[in-house]
Every structure is written in structure tokens, then in C-alpha cells.
């Protein structure tokens, strides 16, 4: 029977890098974006287009892709369930690269969110089971959508407004020690409450931000992995999921089921260490609420915790376990599709890249998002030994 | 530039009864014969995890339910009058469904969590009926 627990460090990211800057970028194209990421990392780990033989991408087309690049890969990829969609391109290239099926992966990430430069169309029709049971009663986009369940989670278990707000202040800290966040000025928990309101009870600064960027990673054997010019950062341990697509049908409003019952027990046990092993977090911050589900789901603290635990801000600059040390989508960056950010700063944080920032003594680093509003969901855990 | 147009639904073969049922005042729901639970949206299988049965019956339900979560959007569809109230409420027979809570000036204060509610039939236009609810 197999078991994915012998594919624990045997694949590893030895390409990291994003687009040369992130935010704003009015002149680039979404598959321009896709292109930069890839060069960027390519050159990272000293390779060509020419030595990638798998690709993964998300938000366009792998042929899209492909035909821009101009090559022709062995292995493909198209899993496109929103921002830990890259997640599961890494979940994937493992299983792949140990079968044989491609020697380097290319995963790619590039998205003009803000500036919508080369962008598809979006929304489904009305005969669509969303455009029938949701659409008729003006949800419109991700923050009415993300946001219905929040209301119940705070009456289950008393979560208030303030700790809310406490995820951006604490995420906000991080963004300020880092150049290339957009959002860098420190904040309050009254300067969230006093933002304007977008869906109560969520405000301005409960909501990541829209810009334009793109990321990409090179994944290639265990064996092929000591002849890099960076230090590998191995996948040990993945887990992935898909749910709903309509937040009404979401299981449970109080729990991120996918994730407590899935992702993370699989990424777990196939990483074979518990939560006490793991020394950094990025959690998809796409609203202040999503780490909040994140945390209790995947088990780092009980359910109905996690509000308190941030409000202690027991995950901020100098608490015990750090979460998204980059500024995360609330104040770094966020173009849509955020998930290849997170594992970009985890890929950071364990090479010691994280200038000012840097944890210390860091050896492994957990990775999870959602894709849609809760609707797919991923984890990944990664180290550096 | 047109204005805006809210978003109506197009009913597909497995959904009719249920938007055909709105508009004689009635919500129309499914229950699983092989596991007695009722739920939604329509399809012609339980979804219930466990069961799966394609047993299922259409039912007229009683239209009251809680307030299971909500947001009061302020800044969301260009064609509803903002704030508004989208929820998703749980019917006494179990499904949840997506509505919204038709109340002046929705304050968190005045929309307590688990507060009763009862369906309103809002009528569209001549093919189209949605359920929207209030509190009781």
C-alpha cells in the first residue's frame, strides 16, 4: 500500500523568487507576471527555461502559459482552486517528481489584480447553483462572501471586534519590518475599528489588500537538490482538499472542517512531527478571520482560542510563534491568488533570506491557505535540515 | 452607462420545483426518504455525507427558521440600497440557505445570532419570486 509518508524530503525548492517588485504594476500583463516570476526564479537556482520539463500554474491556462514561455513540458498541472492553488502544485510536483514523471517543476503565479492588465472575464451564469441561491441576494465578491460565517464563530465562542482588529495590528508589525511591503505605517486596534465599514463586521483593515505581482518556485529531486547554489527547503509533509463553492453550503460556520479533518493531520503525519516541531506560520491571511479558523483548525491552539491568542499577540514580532512574517495579504502584498506569497516567505524565512525580520534557529515552517471563501483548502509543511 | 441590474436566478430542470413552489407562496424543499432529513438546494440525490440515497421527495416546509450569521454589507452590490443584510438562515427542518434579512437600519445590535425569522415571498416580476425572510 503506499503511504505518502515516503515522500517525506524527497522533493525540494531549490528556485524561489517573486516579480522584481510587487503592488502596483500598470505595465505589466498577467502573463508577463507569470514570465518575470519564472525567470526570477529560475535564475535563482541557475537554470533555464530549457532545463523544465514539468509546469503548474493557476489563474491561466497551462497552455497559455506554455505557449508564452515557448516550451513544451513532460509533466502539466492546471489545479485552479483559488489562492492555495500553488500549494497544491507543490503537493503535486512531489508525487510527480518522484514518479518520474518530470525532473524540474516550474510553478508559476502572476496576477494584475489591481491593475487588470490582460485579464479574463469572471462569474457564472445565472443558472449557475450560485447564480440561483447566492447571487439573487447581493453577495459580490470575496469580502460578502468570506465574511458570512464570522457572525456565527463570534457568537459560538465570543469573539469580538477587537481581536479582530488585533490580527491586522499584529500582521501590520511584521509588514512594518519588511521594505517590500505595501503597507508599512503602524496601526491600532482602534484605527481598524474606525475604518470604514465593507461587511460588518469586517472593516477596511480587516481586508487584505489588491495589488499586482507573481511568484514562482523550482522543485527538483532529493538527489538533484545539493547541486544548487541556495540551500534546498524540502517539502515534508502536504495535505489538500476541495468543499464547497457557495458559502451557504460551508459545513460547519465555526470550524474550517477541510482543514482539522484533512490537510492538517495528512501534512502531519506524513511530515511525522506534531505542532511543537513547527517554528513559523504562514497562514492565508485573505480577512483578519482567516488565520483566526486556520489556527484552531490546524490544531496550534482549542477552537474559540485563537481570537485571544492574537489579541495576545502571541503571533507578532517577539511573541512565541510567528504568523506571516512578511506582512501577510492584509499588509504585504495580495493579488488575488495569494497562497505562492506564503510559501515565498516561508522559502525566505528558511534559507535566513528575511532580512529584518529573520527568525532565528528556524527550522521548519507551516503553509496554509484556502482557495475561494474556505472552499478549497491546503497545507504544506516545509524545512530547512 | 446602464444602471446596475440585480442578479436573478435561472432555474434549471432540477431546481423548477423549488422556484415554481416560490411563486405560489410556498418553499418547496427535498427530504431524503432513505435517512428522513431534508435539505438544500435541489438536486435529485441526498447530499448528506453517509447517504447519498437518490430516494428523495419534494415538501413544503414552514418557512421558519434562525438567523444562523450574516453581514450587513455596506460597500458590496452596486444594485441593492446599502447597508443590507445578507444571511444565511437555518430552517426549522435543518438546511441553511442564503437570504437576506429585510430590516430598516440593520445595526449587529437589532440582528442578534439565532434569532427567529420567518420567509417573505418577494415578488420580481412575473417569473421570478425570491425568498427573502424577516425577524419574527
Known amino acids: ?385 | 452607462m446602464n444602471a446596475p441590474q440585480k442578479p436573478l436566478p435561472q432555474a434549471t430542470p432540477e431546481t423548477e420545483e423549488y422556484w415554481a413552489g416560490l411563486q405560489r407562496g410556498e418553499l418547496r424543499i427535498q427530504r431524503c426518504r432513505a435517512c428522513n432529513r431534508h435539505y438544500f438546494y435541489p438536486r435529485p440525490f441526498c447530499p448528506h455525507v453517509g447517504c447519498h440515497s437518490r430516494d428523495v421527495e419534494w415538501t413544503t416546509v414552514s418557512g421558519k427558521g434562525k438567523l444562523h450569521s450574516y453581514v450587513i454589507a455596506h460597500r458590496a452590490h452596486p444594485a441593492f440600497a446599502s447597508p443590507y443584510v445578507i444571511a444565511v438562515v437555518t430552517l426549522d427542518e435543518g438546511p441553511k440557505m442564503m437570504t437576506n434579512i429585510l430590516i430598516d437600519n440593520p445595526t449587529p445590535e437589532t440582528l442578534p445570532a439565532d434569532a427567529p425569522v420567518q420567509i417573505v415571498y418577494e415578488t420580481v416580476n412575473e417569473k421570478v419570486t425570491l425568498p427573502k425572510f424577516r425577524l419574527v
Open chain 1, 1 to 385: 500500500m503506499p503511504d505518502s509518508r515516503t515522500l517525506r524530503r524527497k522533493v525540494a525548492i531549490v528556485g524561489a523568487a517573486e516579480t522584481d517588485t510587487v503592488g502596483h504594476l500598470p505595465n505589466h500583463s498577467t502573463l508577463q507576471l507569470h514570465a518575470e516570476s519564472a525567470f526570477n526564479a529560475l535564475a535563482d537556482c541557475g537554470l533555464t527555461l530549457d532545463d523544465v520539463d514539468g509546469i503548474a500554474t493557476a489563474g491561466v491556462a497551462p497552455a497559455q502559459l506554455t505557449e508564452y514561455l515557448g516550451i513544451m513540458p513532460r509533466y502539466v498541472d492546471g489545479t485552479s482552486v483559488g489562492g492555495c492553488s500553488f500549494l497544491i502544485h507543490v503537493s503535486h510536483a512531489v508525487a510527480a517528481i518522484a514518479a518520474g514523471y518530470a525532473d524540474v517543476v516550474l510553478v508559476t503565479h502572476g496576477e494584475s489584480g489591481r491593475s487588470r492588465v490582460g485579464v479574463g472575464g469572471f462569474g457564472g451564469g445565472a443558472s449557475t447553483i450560485g447564480g440561483q441561491f447566492e447571487a439573487p441576494f447581493g453577495v459580490f465578491g470575496p469580502p460578502s462572501m468570506f465574511s458570512v460565517p464570522i457572525v456565527h464563530y463570534m457568537k459560538k465562542y465570543g469573539l469580538t471586534e477587537e481581536q479582530l482588529a488585533a490580527v491586522s495590528v499584529s500582521t501590520r508589525q511584521w509588514a512594518s519590518l519588511n521594505p517590500r511591503a505595501l503597507m508599512r505605517d503602524p496601526i491600532t486596534i482602534e484605527d481598524v475599528l474606525n475604518s470604514r465599514v465593507i461587511a460588518w463586521p469586517l472593516h477596511l483593515l480587516n481586508c487584505c489588500l489588491v495589488t499586482d505581482g507573481g511568484g514562482a518556485l523550482v522543485l527538483v529531486s532529493e538527489e538533484r537538490a545539493k547541486d544548487f547554489p541556495k540551500p534546498p527547503v524540502w517539502v515534508l509533509g502536504r495535505g489538500e482538499s476541495v468543499q464547497h463553492t457557495n458559502i451557504s453550503q460551508m459545513w460547519d460556520y465555526a470550524e474550517w472542517t477541510a482543514a482539522a479533518k484533512v490537510t492538517g493531520p495528512e501534512a502531519f503525519r506524513m511530515a511525522d512531527m506534531d505542532h511543537s516541531a513547527i517554528d513559523h506560520l504562514m497562514l492565508y491571511d485573505a480577512f483578519s478571520h482567516t488565520p483566526i479558523y486556520a489556527m484552531e483548525a490546524l490544531g496550534f491552539t482549542k477552537p474559540g482560542e485563537a481570537g485571544p491568542w492574537f489579541a495576545e499577540m502571541r503571533g507578532a514580532p517577539g511573541g512565541a510563534l510567528p504568523v506571516n512574517t512578511n506582512g501577510g495579504g492584509l499588509s504585504y502584498t495580495h493579488t488575488g491568488m495569494y497562497g505562492m506569497f506564503a510559501i515565498q516567505e516561508a522559502v525566505r524565512q528558511l534559507r535566513k533570506e528575511a532580512t529584518g525580520r529573520q527568525i532565528n534557529d528556524i527550522e521548519t515552517s507551516l503553509v496554509h491557505a484556502p482557495g475561494g471563501w474556505f472552499s478549497a483548502t491546503a497545507t504544506l509543511i516545509l524545512g530547512n535540515q
